[in-house]
């Protein structure tokens, strides 16, 4: 069959140039005789490949000299504990539950102290960000949580909240890298990479150095604490090798595009493809009010269950893959990351035309 086009939510597309690299260095990385996977972690090979991985991100991030950038394991769900763990002094927090993710972390974060939700837009599905100008923050809060970009429903924050002076915590797990951002606005900016970014099974939580200390939740385990991974230059135990190799062919990829802006400016282009034609659409449309709609993941109904899921197939075998929708929206969902070429969205929507023209 060879390449199709991925619209996978996560794992996701990877750009071919970055998997082509990868496999002319499987066998011998640079002349070491061994591939990456095989390598120790203590190597000055792995030493080179970590280092030049945490300054292209800085560099693409224009990430300040006081944040720390932390290569972790266990996921972006894991951060859902950490965060408490490290951050909860008063055992306060205040989140926006603006969907799953924010939901689960908002849940798990109950387990450590307070969290109030003080923004939700589940009464209608989670398809729109809340109004974060003036927000309930609590006085004690130890940091407001967000999730910037949702994943499921296909929201995204166009303007982050007044905090009132809170330290902005945000799960960027779905929109990382795909635009500038201003990493000075948050206290902690984390993802898991596998979205956006690179393979599955690492996060990278990018901390402001004031952050980073040995007063934490009395039980929190070594190994989720922030200071054990800083001290450690994520080296505490052994990280995600791989994982971080392939990263930074993702970063040296996006330099390559123009770096964060360029990436805008590719997003911007592939959504309005798409988004200009479900606005038209006598037979698809989009979920999402049209000023929170997110750059990287589209959800669109037919509004007919039945010919949703004749859609998803006929998609699937015309070379177009996992476009069914996330199970509590239905219908589905187009994940067009960083990775997704301009050509891959021109195409499914000549395929979506052509489909609405012969069902309709
Ligand atoms: C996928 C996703 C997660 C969960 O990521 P894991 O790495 O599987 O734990 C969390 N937040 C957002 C926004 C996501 O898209």
Not at 93 to 121: F, L, P, R
Not at 233 to 257: A, D, H, L, Q, R
Not at 329 to 336: D, H
Request: charged share 25%.
């Amino acid at each position: 069959m060879g390449r199709v086009y991925n619209f996978s939510a996560g794992p996701a597309v990877l750009p071919e140039a970055v998997l082509q690299e990868a496999q002319a260095e499987m066998m011998d990385y640079r002349g070491c005789g061994m591939s990456v996977m095989e390598m120790s972690h203590r190597s000055s090979m792995f030493d080179d490949i970590i280092h030049e991985t945490e300054a292209d991100l800085r560099k693409l991030m224009n990430i300040p000299d006081n944040y720390r950038v932390l290569f972790l394991q266990g996921g972006a769900s894991l951060q859902f504990a950490m965060i408490p763990m490290n951050l909860m002094k008063n055992r306060v927090a205040d989140y926006i539950v603006t969907g799953q993710w924010a939901k689960k972390a908002w849940q798990e974060a109950q387990k450590y102290g307070k969290a109030n939700k003080i923004a939700s837009s589940e009464d209608k599905t989670f398809s729109y960000i809340p109004d974060c100008s003036d927000l309930p923050v609590s006085p004690d809060a130890d940091y407001v949580y967000i999730c910037e970009n949702n994943t499921i429903y296909g929201t995204k924050y166009k303007k982050l909240p007044d905090t009132k002076g809170k330290l902005l915590v945000s799960d960027v797990s779905s929109c990382f890298l795909s635009e500038p951002v201003n990493v000075s606005d948050y206290g902690i900016i984390y993802g898991g990479v596998q979205k956006n970014v690179g393979p599955a099974g690492m996060v990278i939580a990018i901390v402001r150095d004031d952050l980073i200390t040995d007063d934490v939740l009395p039980f929190t385990p070594t190994m989720m604490k922030y200071k054990t991974h800083a001290d450690n230059g994520s080296m505490y135990n052994t990280p995600n090798c791989w994982c971080i190799y392939i990263c930074g062919k993702v970063f040296k990829w996006i330099e390559s595009m123009g770096g964060l802006a360029g990436m805008k400016a590719h997003n911007e282009k592939k959504a309005a493809i798409l988004y200009d034609y479900l606005d038209q659409s006598r037979m698809f449309h989009g979920t999402v009010v049209k000023e929170d709609r997110s750059l990287m993941n589209v959800p669109f109904v037919t509004g007919d269950k039945e010919l949703d899921a004749k859609f998803v197939k006929a998609a699937e075998k015309a070379g177009f893959l996992n476009l069914k929708g996330h199970r509590t929206v239905g219908g589905m969902r187009a994940s067009i990351y960083n990775a997704m070429p301009v050509e891959g969205v021109q195409k499914l929507v000549e395929f979506m035309k052509k489909f609405e023209e012969e069902n309709l």
